[in-house]
């Protein structure tokens, strides 16, 4: 056989070496590539990235690693042990997991890019010393350890370099393809910088040793065509998979961001739509709350007014009544001073006393006037259902019960017999009980103010109750409010009972109250059509 | 000096009252005139007479603070006693302060009334007293010459009968004529009843 010191010359077939970088830079822009889909992936997708990814990586590596030994022509014949092929092709495979799996991490320092660098670095070593393992021929290979270590070395850095790039070129924003595939150039460079110092570190010494070849392959050019060729397709498909996915990403993420300026606009919109919403409501609260006060304002100029009217009414009684009381207390004195004279004049006295009874007249006079004046006008005589008039004064009466926060109801018995009356005088006589329920309970607190208004069928004809939880009424009280100028009320004048009283009697009916101490009743009946009535 | 019976002027528009009161002022011996209001007053007042008004505050057309007004615009100085129905506070400090002898509210005491009507017409016949004198002195100062008026007035204000000779160039016995003869017209007995006279007739003739 062949001297056993020579080395044996090697050639290289360079169309092979051009290949196997040719792989490499296919494999580097694989890496790339697959990086940025499996940090942009999640879930099973994830997984399969990372499987799927590393596969073609592996076979890459592997690939570009055995079309470069297969490149290193020797002048005797090469035999490859397919198992060790095999068991680069998983290492290779592994180191690609681990490559992926490391390069599509979060974070990314430069003590785990040396770590990892390291490890991913002895794996690719790994893969090309198995391949260089699987070698059968009729040679012992020697190792030059500086260039092992170089290669090593190489590996490493490659590794670490391929790291930091790949991280930062993961991102679908950052760098366009140009940078990708200069990135993919130095690193397919690097990679095949470290394959070919590792397969200088070896020179093949001939040796008579029959090489281990039971599991032996050989592989011609062909074949090496073959797994290029393969190799290529494999890593063009993983190129076009994850390109088209990141297109459908790309256009996803298009989609995502139409739909969520959809949403911001939909969101804007529904934001504006309620805070016009949000307005209208106010404007409306604001406008009940402008009518409350609308009418509370109309309520109380009303109080205003009745209690102006009052006044003018009181000082309009004054005057008329003072001016009688002024005549008969100056004729009195007259009379007094007549009287303790030494000769009263008889005749004098006599017409003086006429006058003071007179003017004693003329004074219940105008207290009658003033009654009159009040019932307002002749009254008339209708057919009335007297439910509807109660109905109707409810209604006037309602705001000004409110205002009170009293729950007022009503009972009225169905099918009454009409009355025959004036509808605004019973009014009146109506308005004038419930205005002195109310008055009698705005100071009620320790018990609920509530006011009953109920008409019923009576012996006399119809017959209406008003009943109160006020103040009530003292008994010696309950007839003495008839009275004229009898009242309770601070701003009362005492006409009120007094009027209605008239106005009820005018009816043929009778006005009375039943005195209590937790609220007043007064009640009234009124003859039905056509008894009784004057 | 003699001056003609007081009478006492009711303007009440309630005819009751006017009859009481003028029943009652009768009964003390004074003369009642009544009215029915402030114009009916103007109209048939007789030519100033010695006398006061009774007056309504509230009474048809011109209520009884104007009146008063009026009256006091019209130069009438008659002296008002007020009544009212309802007599407030403001009412009555107004009619106070423009000189009102008293502001009673109706029905008021007979007494009060009688003792209003009293200070009233006494005062209005002190006035009348003292207009007729301060009249009197006008006529004899009136009845002056110029030239006497002249060393009147200067011999009032305090100057020497030579001084004044000297202020109206003439000689200081002429000026003496002048003063005694003046004092003889103004009815003076000295000096400083001259001086009292002029001083009189320089006040505003309504002053108490």
Redo the contacts between chains.
């Keep these: 056989m062949i001297s056993a010191n020579a080395v044996i010359p090697g050639s290289y077939d360079y169309l092979q070496v051009f290949l196997s970088v040719v792989i490499a830079i296919s494999a580097s822009y694989a890496a790339l590539e697959l990086a940025g889909q499996v940090t942009a992936a999640g879930g099973w997708a994830r997984s399969v990235w990372l499987t799927g990814g590393a596969v073609a990586m592996g076979i890459g590596i592997w690939s570009m690693h055995f079309t470069g030994m297969l490149a290193f022509h020797l002048p005797v014949p090469v035999g490859y042990d397919w198992p060790t092929v095999l068991l680069s092709l998983l290492a290779a495979i592994i180191s690609s997991v681990f490559a992926l799996y490391v390069a599509s991490r979060q974070k990314m320092g430069l003590v785990r890019a040396l770590t990892c660098g390291a490890i991913l670095g002895a794996g690719i070593a790994g893969v090309h010393y198995i391949g260089m393992a699987a070698m059968r021929l009729g040679a012992v290979c020697r190792f030059n350890p500086l260039l092992v270590t170089l290669s090593l070395g190489l590996a490493i850095a490659f590794s670490v370099f391929a790291f930091l790039l790949t991280f930062d070129l993961r991102e679908e924003t950052k760098g366009t393809p140009l940078r990708k595939i200069a990135s993919a150039a130095v690193m397919g460079a690097a990679i095949s910088g470290m394959h070919y110092t590792g397969m200088a570190s070896v020179s093949f010494i001939p040796s008579t040793a029959t090489p281990h070849i039971s599991h032996t392959v050989s592989v011609s050019v062909l074949d090496s065509a073959g797994i290029s060729t393969v190799t290529l397709i494999v890593l063009g498909v993983a190129i076009l998979t994850s390109a088209v996915n990141r297109r459908f990403a790309a256009q996803a993420l298009e989609l995502q961001t139409l739909n969520e300026e959809l949403e911001r606009r939909v969101t804007e919109r529904t934001r504006q739509h309620t805070a016009v919403n949000e307005e209208l409501r106010k404007e409306i609260l604001e406008r009940q709350r402008a009518n409350a006060s609308l009418l509370e304002a109309q309520a109380d100029l009303a109080h205003v007014t009745r209690a102006l009217a009052m006044g003018e009414l009181v000082?309009a009684i004054?005057?008329e009544v003072?001016?009688?009381?002024?005549?008969?207390?100056?004729?009195g004195?007259?009379c007094l001073?007549?009287l303790a004279g030494e000769a009263p004049n008889l005749q004098?006295l006599q017409e003086?006393i006429g006058?003071i009874v007179?003017?004693g007249t003329?004074a219940s006079a105008v207290i009658s006037r003033i009654r009159a004046l009040l019932m307002k006008g002749t009254p008339e005589r209708v057919e009335l259902d007297i439910n509807e008039i109660i109905q109707e004064t409810v209604i006037l009466m309602r705001h000004e019960v409110n205002r009170n926060r009293i729950s007022l109801r009503t009972d009225l018995a169905p099918d009454l017999p009409r009355i025959l009356g004036d509808s605004v005088q019973l009014q009146q006589v109506l308005i004038n009980l419930i205005t002195n329920s109310i008055d009698a309970m705005r100071t009620i607190a320790d018990r609920p103010r509530e006011l009953l208004i109920r008409s019923g069928k009576n012996p006399d004809g119809v017959l209406i109750q008003v009943r109160d939880s006020g103040r009530g009424l003292d008994p010696e009280q309950a007839d003495r409010i008839f009275a004229p100028f009898f009242t309770t009320k601070p701003q009362g004048i005492g006409m009120g009972l007094s009027i209605s009283r008239s106005i009820i009697e005018s009816h043929g009916g009778r006005l009375w109250a039943e005195p209590g101490p937790n609220g007043a009743l007064v009640q009234f009946t009124l003859p039905t059509n056509g008894t009784n009535v004057s | 000096m003699t001056q003609p019976a007081s009478i006492v002027f009711v303007v009440d528009d309630d005819p009751s009252v006017r009859r009481a009161i003028k029943v009652l002022l009768e009964s003390i011996g004074l003369a009642v005139e009544l009215f029915g209001s402030a114009k009916e007053f103007l109209l048939g007042r007789p030519a100033d007479r010695p006398g006061c008004l009774v007056l309504d505050i509230r009474l048809p057309g011109v209520s009884g603070l104007d009146f008063q007004r009026q009256l006091a615009e019209a130069k009438i100085n008659i002296p008002i006693i007020f009544i009212s129905a309802h007599g407030d506070v403001p009412m009555t400090v107004r009619a106070m302060k423009a000189g009102a002898i008293e502001f009673l509210t109706k029905p008021f005491r007979d007494q009060d009334l009688l003792d209003a009507v009293q200070v009233a017409l006494e005062r209005d016949r002190a006035r009348r007293q003292r207009e007729a004198e301060i009249a009197t002195l006008r006529e004899r100062f009136e009845s002056l010459s110029p030239r006497e008026r002249e060393v009147v007035t200067m011999v009032v204000s305090g100057m020497l009968n030579k001084q004044t000779a000297a202020e109206i160039g003439t000689t200081e016995n002429t000026v003496k004529v002048h003063r005694s003869r003046a004092m003889e017209k103004m009815q003076a007995q000295s000096l400083a009843d001259l001086v009292k006279m002029i001083e009189r007739l320089k006040m505003p003739p309504q002053a108490p």
């Design positions: 000082a004054a005057h003072n001016q009688p009381l002024t005549a008969i207390v100056t004729y004195s007259f001073r007549q004098k003086v006058e007179n003017d003329r």
